[in-house]
């Protein structure tokens, strides 16, 4: 599979994020094949979060793949940390805890990148700075990231944290675009030009930092899948023209539409359907026109002023 760089790191990785916030789905002989599947196709970065499945997605991973030594060469590993039933937590305390319990449950030694999942109101950045300064020493954690963090929110941390933040895993979708529609809704009375994220896109590309797009089939808050909705008959017809003639799937096409995008993102896919996986991996290999992209983004309900 076609890669990029992540973030401003050394570390190359495909251009599609397999996500296994819902591998608990599968039984052990299924999840085998899941995980297969992705590393056929190159897919080998796989994102968790300590959270999922209670920490059983992560356990139920490492047997799939069958962990060892060698196994973990070829792997690249992300997980998430700093959320606690009723309160998010970045203490250094709890981000330390929650490593040590994700590198047991995945049976590995390091984590290639741990992203901090949503912004803690009472974040002490010099208690982060500590936290990553330890797990970067002791080999824990290669690199480090966020998840659904505005500019400002990152830059507190930078103020002390001294490791690149290589990624910003955040919401986007065809549907879920406003992060990228506001910025031609510049200084316009209309919905699409409220401000909701600070301009996070513009803020990741200035500082090289790499968007992965999470739930990019996604409409509103976990409301549905938007493709083969009726809710969206426009835009169906539209990407459905536009798969066929690139003889791929619907699927390929919502992919392909983020990978179009110049900040060169990494969408992170959520389904446990191996032919919907190799769909989406092959959005890699397809790259949408100036006219398809802006075609799909109009479909979809998007106004140009």
Known sequence: MRTIKLGTSDLDVPVVAVGCM??????????????ATSLEQG?????????YGKGTCEEIFADAV?????????????????IRPGQFDFSKEHILTSVDGILKRLNTDYLDILLLHRPDALVEPDEVAAAFDELEQAGKVRHFGVSNQTP????????????????????????????????????MENEQAVDRDGGILDYCRLHDITVQPWSPFQFGFFEGVFLDNPKFPELNKTIDEIAAKYDVSN?????????????????????MNEQRLIDCC???????????WYGILLAAGNTLP
């Not at 699927?251 to 389904?271: D, S």
Request: glycine share 4%.
């Open 22 to 35: 819902r591998i608990n789905s599968l039984d052990r002989a299924a999840a085998e094949r899941f995980v």
């Open 152 to 187: 400002n929110q990152i830059e507190l941390l930078r103020k002390s944290v001294t490791q690149p933040l290589v990624a910003n895993q955040l919401q986007l979708s065809i549907t879920n675009a406003t992060m990228i529609t506001r910025g031609f809704n510049v200084n």
């Open 66 to 82: 069958h962990m060892s030594p060698s196994v973990r060469e070829g792997l690249i590993l992300q997980s998430k940390c700093g």
């Open 43 to 51: 897919a080998n970065f796989f994102d968790h979060a300590d959270i």
């Open 251 to 271: 699927t390929t096409i919502a992919i392909a539409w983020l990978l179009r995008h110049p900040a060169h993102m990494q969408p992170v896919t959520g389904t």
């Open 282 to 292: 092959k959005a890699a290999d397809v790259h949408l026109t100036r006219e398809e």
